[in-house]
């Protein structure tokens, strides 16, 4: 039905469902009025750079306006801004895996409140490239973990649950073949590692602790290398999970900037 799943029994059972960090909710506002013909959703750490987008693709769709007054329809908190340009929504995920999933959570609810159908879901961010040219843009074919295993482990009560981080094939193929229409920078389609921190986690050397030598770090960065992995971030295998789970299209395409 292309419609967004939502594998949660216990929200039939409430009468309201609050989406406290976007803050919007099922009795507060029409979100199938507000939101039903979303067609995109396009996610991003920082809320200035999903505003620019946002002012982008208002430009790009030929909408009334300059689309310098577009309104943060999250303002009522400071945890995630949120923007609307057409059918295109534009929203800030913070850093890591624990912010993006928060705000996934309550965007999935939104999309399959607002009856929402046939959504394709992308975060565009930036990210550390490995082996390739600063400044090119990875296609993720494959998120995977600092192991290099294509899987996001979550906690649930006391269980480790492993969930798969396949993302859509057809949509790789896709966003490859957008590319050649561009020339102004290197786009290829690689594996792309989510580390849970910035400084350890990527082998970084001036974080406040580090345990490990810079020959120690430049073995690890090689193997990840050979194992297909060409840049490394913070928020992927969570966002492959829940796209895969709820039935979203989703993609990773990021800019590598060192």
Do not use: W
Not at 8 to 26: A, F, I, K, R, S
Not at 157 to 178: G, H, I, M, P
Not at 181 to 203: A, N, R, V
Request: proline share 3%.
């Amino acid at each position: 039905s292309g419609l967004v799943h939502i594998k949660n029994p216990h929200l039939d059972l409430m009468e309201e469902d609050v989406l406290y960090h976007l803050d919007l909710g099922t009795k507060t506002h029409n979100l199938p009025a507000m939101f039903g013909d979303i067609k995109f959703v396009c996610v991003g750490g920082s809320p200035n750079r999903m505003r620019a987008f946002a002012q982008f693709m208002h430009r790009e769709l030929g909408l009334a306006g300059d689309g310098q007054d577009l309104a943060d329809i999250c303002a009522g908190t400071d945890r995630f801004a949120m923007y609307r340009a057409g059918p295109v929504l534009s929203i800030s995920h913070g850093m890591g895996i624990p912010s993006i999933s928060i705000m996934l959570h309550e965007l999935i609810k939104l999309l399959h409140h607002a009856k929402c159908r046939d959504v394709t879901i992308i975060r565009i961010g930036t990210s550390g490239g490995l082996g390739i040219e600063a400044g090119s843009v990875v296609i993720t074919d494959m998120a995977v973990d600092s192991s290099f295993k294509p899987q996001f482990e979550q906690v649930v009560l006391d269980d480790v649950v492993v969930r798969s981080t396949e993302l859509d094939r057809d949509l790789v193929e896709e966003l490859l073949a957008c590319s050649k229409e561009i020339s102004d920078f290197p786009t290829l389609i690689g594996h792309t590692m989510c580390t849970y921190d910035f400084y350890e986690g990527q082998g970084r050397l001036d974080g406040a602790l580090c345990s490990f030598s810079s020959e120690k770090k430049l073995e690890y960065l090689k193997r990840a290398y050979d194992s297909g992995v060409r840049n490394i971030e913070m928020e992927s295998t969570a966002f492959a999970a829940l796209c895969g789970l709820c039935g979203l299209r989703g993609e990773c395409p990021c800019a590598c900037l060192a």
